[in-house]
């Protein structure tokens, strides 16, 4: 899935007598919007890492590189990142869930 296109949907749609609107973006710092907008940041370094570390495998395989240090580092940086990135996501699925099932 790629988030890069959820960026720009945070117009906002007003309807009037006329028909449907739309009107700028508005600028927030909103809680929200700081923490979507990490989530994003954390899944777009997991994406770097997971790359850099399929890189560094390819490298190791291809002889160019003799270094198993350094292919276990990017290794474990990009398990590591991937690891949290899921827990973050169980978390925010849990909180969704628990939402969903308030009665108003």
């Known amino acids: 899935m790629d988030v890069k296109s959820l960026l720009g ?21 909103s809680m929200f919007d700081k923490i979507l907008n990490s989530a994003i ?13 399929e890189n560094a495998e ?3 395989a291809m002889g160019e590189t003799e270094s198993t240090h350094d292919l276990m580092i990017a290794l474990q940086k990009a398990s590591t990142a991937l690891q949290y990135t899921v827990a ?6 849990d909180a969704y869930k628990e939402i969903m099932n308030m009665q108003i």
């Open 9 to 29: 949907a945070s117009s906002i749609v007003t309807a009037d007598r006329t028909g449907l609107k739309t009107q700028a973006p508005a600028k927030s710092n």
């Open 58 to 60: 390819i490298s190791f």
């Open 88 to 93: 973050v996501r169980d978390k925010f699925m």
């Open 41 to 53: 940041d954390n899944i777009n370094n997991t994406n770097n890492l997971l790359s850099d570390a």
